[in-house]
């Protein structure tokens, strides 16, 4: 008899690796580019990749360089964050506190927030003036006043999601006030540097795709130009590789200390505005792009620019995430492919769960909180987790359920759920045993409206009767 208890193949199987290629291959040949690029990252990993078509005659790898157009935003995102994290600013200052917002551009674009730019929620225009910033050089708009129009904000800010190239202009200029250099400086410094993506650049390194426009009724390609896009940079100026991409997609996933915690990044995949009434299957965070597929929730981010299309998609409950590349215009929806490659594995081959082991010691004051409580008749169990935090979920599922984080000063902040962003406290005894949960002015006793405990509106004398 043979036991499998070893550790599961990083690799996906040979069915899985056939299928994958001939997804590409299918999106390659039906797409009409010339170029594809794909790959698949599971449990921190790059496990497969895969390409079809050319690149100057020769097969892309994932060293090949491909533009990756708005994905670059997630970058700029990542940067205002770790701003915030340090305490140099607040999602809700408004943009003009820390950025000279040309008068012409009104006081209403210098009230919008940097949370409402974040998530594309602050009213301003999608694009900056003048001709089409993709394929125009940057210096024909060398001043940041020369980037509003006559009406830089088309909706009342924080109303409704109005994607805006505009903004994230507006952010890679906060980042280079806030921190004294450009922006792509601090970009390599902080982000690419540590991550170890080496082969990120503002302008294309060898090797590197060209990219292309395909006619849509003949099969015959032209050059598009690729501009130096200048002070719009910030929203699409990035050229990468499937291999970076890869380690991006980790991080986007699990987070990493040297760069922006997961608390962090979790926080950019939580919905900031709701999404148009036709697209709820789509939202928004602070910098990610949010979408159902194959009844998943995906976070990352889609690319395009004059003859690049990209995606990243990452799934950190399945520990999965996929890149897709293409050097044309049009052709292949990239999201939904990259979706797809995502998806391939998913069903294939589900994630293992991590194995429990337990923990190395516990606070015995903490254990103490754990198992039933009531808020009022209604029982929730709280669990222990890793590193103090606590868990607080309603027996029988349902209910007003949350994560807790805890603080230094010995309470809990929700992070999810009802009680997202209130704080649990634990009121004790004279003697310092626990007595009652105060979640959010909320008292949870350890019987059913316990006579003993400020139970709000006080306890009927007489307690539980028959009739």
Known sequence: MITDNGEP???????TRRALLHRLARAQAE??????????????????????????????????QYRIGSITKTFVAVLVMRLRDEGLLDLADPLGKHLDVPADAGP?????????????????????????????????????GDLFGE???????????????????????????LRGAPWSDVLREEVLGPLGM???????????????????????TQPEPAAETGLMAPAGQLWSTAEDLCRYAVFLTAGDERVLAAESLAE???????????????????GLQLARSGGRLLSGHTGSMPGFLAAVWTAPEDRLASVALVNATSGVPVGGLAADLLEIVAEREPSFPEPWRPRSEADPRLLELTGTWYWGPSAFVLRLREGRALELGAVGGG??????RPEEDGTWTGLDGYYAGETLRVVRRADGTADHLDVGTFVFTRRPYDPEAPVPGGVDPEGWRAD
């Open 9 to 15: 193949d990083a690799e996906p199987l040979p069915e």
């Open 268 to 286: 950019m995949r939580a919905p900031a505005v709701a999404p148009e009434a036709d697209a709820w299957d789509q939202a928004y965070g602070l």
């Open 399 to 404: 209910g007003r359920g949350s994560r807790f």
């Open 151 to 177: 009406r830089p904000l088309r909706h009342p800010t924080g109303r409704r999601h109005h994607y805006s190239n505009l903004g994230y202009a507006l952010l890679g200029s906060l980042v280079e006030r």
């Open 108 to 144: 209403a674009l210098a009230g919008a927030t940097i949370a409402q730019v974040l998530s594309h929620s602050s009213g301003l225009a999608a694009e900056p003036r003048g001709p089409w910033w993709e394929r125009t050089p940057g210096g024909l708009r060398p001043e940041p």
């Open 31 to 64: 797409g009409r580019v010339p170029s594809v690029v794909g790959a698949v990252v599971r449990d921190g990993k790059a496990v497969w990749a895969g390409a079809r078509g050319d690149v100057d005659g020769e097969p892309p790898t994932t060293d090949t």
């Open 198 to 220: 080496r082969r990120t650049t503002t302008l294309p390194v060898e090797p590197y795709a060209r990219g292309w426009a395909v006619h849509p009724w003949a099969d015959v």
